[in-house]
């Protein structure tokens, strides 16, 4: 009899220890599988946040260029110097911007600019686009610029997200800056 109770302890200790060692080996495997799982939508959470990073960082030199533009075009009204040439208010603001953005695609971007007169009319002015070339001139603003009178300049720019990906959505990054005219 007491042969047969050490018998059935020792079986009973070798299923508990069977039991435990199935065990082990079915929680490794769901251990990769929460991971292949999570795995992607970190790696989609992290991608979203650095393109969106890279477009509020592309907004703000957007943002810069442009100021720079309108202050440039308010600051030579009237002057005609070897280096700056205002007779065209529009394409010197067009070339200030590509000019500070210069790795940027000079094609994406598009111009409006307002100009107030001295009898306070205001004059509108937009870009036009053709083959991949944006033209944006005015030379009749060169005239209607006063001083103390407002210029506004918009420029937009046709922004593409998540440009490691084949597909890239497109969404236009627009900044408005304006001054007087001095």
Known sequence: MKLELGLRRRANLLVCAAKRALRRCGEEGSTMVEFAVTAPV???TL?????CALAFYSLQQLANATSNAVQTVAAYQGLNTGTINDSDPCALAASTV???????NAGSFSYSMVITDSNG???PYSSTTSGGTTT???????????QNEPVT????????????????PKSPLT????????
């Open 136 to 146: 944006f001139t005015c030379t009749a603003g060169s005239a209607e610029l006063a």
């Open 153 to 168: 300049l918009t420029v937009t720019y046709s922004y593409s997200w998540l440009p490691i990906l084949s597909f890239t």
């Open 98 to 104: 590509t000019g500070t953005l210069s790795g940027w």
């Open 121 to 123: 009319d205001t004059h």
């Open 175 to 182: 900044s408005a800056q304006g001054t007087l005219a001095q």
């Open 42 to 44: 970190l790696v989609m």
């Open 47 to 51: 991608t979203g946040t650095c393109s």
